[in-house]
């Protein structure tokens, strides 16, 4: 204020440049230099306010102050910030001592009602003058909400100064920020964090709870504030930190870029989410650590010196090669990190080669996928693995999917990886490696009996000739026999175009295998004459299948999987068809033929299902006695045939079904209407997927009784794209307003293609509960 004020009363006597001479000479008989000074530009400025010299001297004290003030940032500091500390704990100094009025109050009021009156009135004197004399000693537990400031190094240094010399320092218990300024050297960031607890916050921060509505603003009202600490909690807005995780919705890397909290987030919370949002059409393009100027030092910087982070997302961060190698250092020197995100950044075999080796100790997951390594990219990995101990990785999980990686580089990969002892999860999908490679890298990254998910989708096409079966069974002999791996327990081979040879022999190879719980064979152009060995991997008393995905293949074609299914499963029939197993298996599954007690899920979406193989399969479901999720989505020639054959499955109950996806399958309404008499009846399913087809306004009445029925289990019912009016829409209502408190969450109905009126809100539904039913469902206009 007084070098605001242009140094009144000294101005003409050069008042203030004269005192900093006396310091000199004070500084010399105490042996003291300006070399003390840490900060550059105010010991450059003192000495220049010292010297003798007419070019250097400055013209008055004004001129000197100012100077000062913007070397010392001091002008960033205002009154309010200054005395922000004093407010805080003097408002919750009050807000204590109207607690303790109240507790008095009570405990008067209580005597009163419970005594005498001379008793009573004793008690409360003595009361009173019990408070007063507490009055002054009384803890007082302060929260400094700074969260309007935006915080620079003469911010934090005075805070610094507040929480661990000023005398009533102890009585902050916390401490809010919302935003930093961008130049904070790393020293003083270490300085800050170290003035406050850190105690882990394994949850989300929640917002602060009030205790009564009377209470301060800068009062603490959290019980877990209120605890004791011997330092104040930290906040970033309302999440108290340090933090287990951080909400993306509230913390987006934008809004970490914007508030420059990169370095505090880094160092205060464990799992750190920077990947950049993604970019709508003509919007800018969104930030990211590679593209924002100095964010890759801060992120560095911070790394080095965090203790807590254990888990880093940085996809798309367009990081490129020589950003990988800076940030390798910091993973070497950052042990607390065990999962590292790298997919999508462009980064050349050297970075990906010194980051491998950087976190060998550490690291347990690293994401290398879509990265553009190509050959020569694995080629570094291996040879990076073939450094140092065989053993010295601590890596559970790699992905390396997308990387243009060929048989050459896979080849040189799959003997490096058999160093790696510690892996139970490896995908390589979206290469363009042969099957042939992809058995030895099968074989490579088994090789330590730990694995136990292998990803292995979209590689080079299966090949379908005769000439070429040794390198399929070469793959397919890992599954069973003495080459299995006993810890496999998924395997995903999408995409892999293996069409029905192939599948045929992991059909046969995997009957004997008792470890694998999910397989997922999707859009292979899979064949009706693989259907006889999928119904008899089913039916093998060996397999532990759980999850079986089929999707996008013509497993229905000629209702051959309905038929085959039907042999092997229908109680009382024997197997009949041709099969590669032994006589003993053969026997095994005629004696046990009605049961599978593993397959959970199943998936039979756009497989060409008919309403007549449905019926078929619809006897088999009695030997599938675990499953509980069916899908059978887009086979539009299932139809009323189709779900009539279901709905009677349910109702005799011989099922465990519980999610059913039905959607595009051409169910008109008698389709529907017998299976909602059918889950009517059954009464245990939870979701129903009946979308994008023909069903109107006369199925909208069963629909509406199972939604009434107060004992049905049904969760979430979809009916959007097919043929209701407002009038079904409001039949439905009917229904919900009957069961409002049942177990049903969601009602979708958007998209109705109806010539009648639009989808709207039935107002004749009772006032008090309009609300809550239209709350229920999804795609109302």
């Not at 602060?208 to 011997?230: T, Y």
Request: charged share 25%.
């Amino acid at each position: 204020d007084w070098a605001r004020a242009g140094c009144r009363n000294a101005e003409k006597s050069y008042g203030l440049l004269w005192a900093l001479k006396e310091l000199k000479s004070e500084k010399i008989e105490r042996s003291e230099e300006l070399l003390d000074i840490d900060k550059m530009e105010i010991r450059l400025l003192l000495s220049r306010c010292i010297k003798r010299s007419r070019y250097s001297r400055l013209g008055s004290c004004w001129e000197a102050a100012e100077m000062l003030a913007q070397a010392a940032c001091w002008l960033g500091m205002t009154d309010d910030f200054l005395a922000s500390h004093k407010v805080a704990v003097e408002e919750a100094k009050r807000a204590a001592l109207l607690d303790a009025h109240y507790t008095l109050a009570q405990e008067i009021f209580e005597q009163e009602r419970c005594g005498s009156a001379a008793e009573s009135q004793a008690a409360g004197e003595s009361a009173v003058r019990a408070a007063m004399l507490n009055a002054g000693t009384y803890k007082v537990k302060a929260k400094w909400n700074l969260r309007s400031f935006t915080i620079g190094p003469p911010h934090i240094r005075r805070i610094i100064q507040v929480l661990t010399q000023w005398p009533k320092g102890n009585q902050i218990a916390a401490v809010g920020f919302s935003r930093f300024e961008a130049e904070i050297e790393p020293e003083l960031q270490g300085l800050f964090i170290r003035c406050f607890s850190d105690v882990l916050q394994p949850q989300h921060g929640k917002p602060m709870k009030h205790r009564r509505r009377r209470e301060l603003r800068h009062s603490v009202g959290n019980s877990e504030m209120a605890a004791e600490a011997k330092k104040p909690l930290m906040f970033l807005e309302d999440v108290q930190l340090p933090s287990e995780e951080l909400q993306r919705s509230t913390f987006s890397l934008e809004e970490i870029l914007s508030r420059n909290i990169l370095w505090l987030v880094v160092m205060s919370v464990c799992k750190v989410d920077l990947t950049p949002a993604p970019g709508g059409m003509g919007q800018e393009k969104a930030h990211s650590i590679g593209s924002t100027p100095h964010a890759l030092d801060i992120l560095i910087s911070a790394m080095e010196r965090s203790s807590l982070l254990s888990s880093l997302l940085l996809r798309s961060s367009h990081l490129r090669d020589s950003a990988g190698q800076l940030l390798s250092v910091a993973v070497s020197r950052c042990p607390s990190l065990r999962e590292l995100d790298l997919s999508d950044n462009h980064l050349g075999s050297k970075a990906v080669a010194k980051l491998l080796q950087a976190g060998r100790d550490n690291l347990q997951v690293l994401d290398l996928s879509r990265n553009k390594l190509g050959d020569d990219g694995a080629k570094a990995l291996a040879e990076a693995l073939g450094k140092g101990p065989s053993s010295g990785y601590s890596l559970a999980v790699l992905r390396l999917r997308s990387n243009g990686i060929g048989d050459e580089g896979g080849e040189a990969l799959a003997e490096a990886l058999m160093s790696i002892t510690s892996l139970t999860e490896f995908d390589f999908s979206e290469n363009q490696v042969s099957v042939q490679i992809s058995a030895v890298m099968f074989r490579a990254v088994c090789a330590a009996k730990a694995l136990q998910r292998l990803y292995l989708d979209g590689n080079l096409p299966w090949p379908t000739s005769e000439n070429c079966e040794v390198q399929v069974t070469a793959f397919t002999d890992q599954l069973s026999g003495p080459l299995a791996v006993a810890s496999l327990e998924v395997l995903s081979l999408r995409r892999c175009k293996m069409h029905s040879s192939g599948a045929t022999k992991v059909f046969e190879s995997l009957s004997s295998n008792q470890t694998l719980r999910k397989l997922n064979l999707a859009c292979n152009g899979i064949r009706q004459s693989a259907a006889n060995a999928l119904a008899m991997m089913l039916a093998s008393p060996s397999t532990a299948i759980e999850e079986l995905d089929l999707r996008d293949n013509r497993l229905g074609s000629q209702d051959a999987l309905a038929i085959a299914m039907q042999q092997v499963f229908l109680p009382g029939q024997t197997v009949t068809m041709a099969s590669k197993l032994s006589a003993s298996d053969s026997s095994e599954i005629e004696a046990k033929a009605a049961e599978n007690n593993c397959l959970k899920t199943l998936n039979l979406g756009n497989n060409e299902m008919t309403g007549e193989a449905l019926t078929r399969l619809a006897v088999a479901f009695s030997g599938l006695c675990a499953l509980q999720e069916l899908y059978l989505y887009h086979n539009p020639y299932i139809g009323d045939v189709g779900a009539q054959a279901l709905a009677d499955v349910l109702s005799r109950g011989a099922t465990q079904l519980q999610h059913l996806n039905l959607a595009a399958c051409s169910i008109a309404d008698a389709g529907c209407q017998a299976l909602m008499v059918a889950i009517g009846e059954y009464k245990a399913m939870k979701t129903l997927d009946l979308s994008c087809n023909a069903i109107g306004d006369d199925a909208a009445g069963s629909v509406s009784e199972v939604l009434a029925q107060k004992d049905c289990e049904l969760e979430k019912l979809c009916l959007s794209m097919n043929c209701m009016s407002s009038y079904g829409i409001s039949k439905l209502m009917e229904g919900v307003a009957e069961n409002l408190d049942g177990s049903l969450r969601e009602v979708d109905v958007a998209s109705q293609e109806s010539s009648h009126a639009k989808t709207s809100f039935n107002e004749e539904i009772g006032g008090r509960s309009g609300p809550k039913v239209k709350s229920k469902f999804v795609g109302l206009r």
